[in-house]
């Protein structure tokens, strides 16, 4: 069965900078696509940044500049680096990955920015 674990939150100061990882484990096939979704309290899950196979990213526009998501296919691993970190960037962040056309989901992480 596949299984992603994240890894890396915690409590940091605003203006400091956390990195997140996630471990894909279980997959007999391509990973297609990797990203990052968060949902902070009382708000709706909201989708943060993707990367595909070939290394092409997008990122929402309130992380932009701030967040870099990379992957190592050999590792079956995505990293979300965040600098620059704002409170409203306190969130459990979901790690999320598309094999062969199916959803796959983390159990999340949580980040709290102290402001």
């Known amino acids: 069965q596949v299984q992603l674990v994240e890894s890396g939150g915690g409590l940091v100061q605003a203006g400091g900078s956390l990195r997140l990882s996630c471990v894909v484990s279980?997959?007999?096939?391509?990973?297609?696509?990797m990203a990052w979704y968060r949902q902070a309290f009382g708000k709706q899950r909201e989708w943060v940044a993707i990367i595909n196979s070939g290394g092409s990213t997008n990122y929402a526009d309130s992380v932009k500049g701030r967040f870099t998501i990379s992957r190592d296919n050999a590792k079956n691993t995505v990293y979300l680096q965040m600098n620059s970190l704002k409170p409203e960037d306190t969130a459990a962040y979901y790690c999320f990955a598309l094999i062969l056309g199916r959803d796959y989901w983390g159990q999340g992480t949580q980040v709290t920015v102290s402001s």
């Open positions: 279980g997959s007999r096939f391509k990973i297609n696509a």
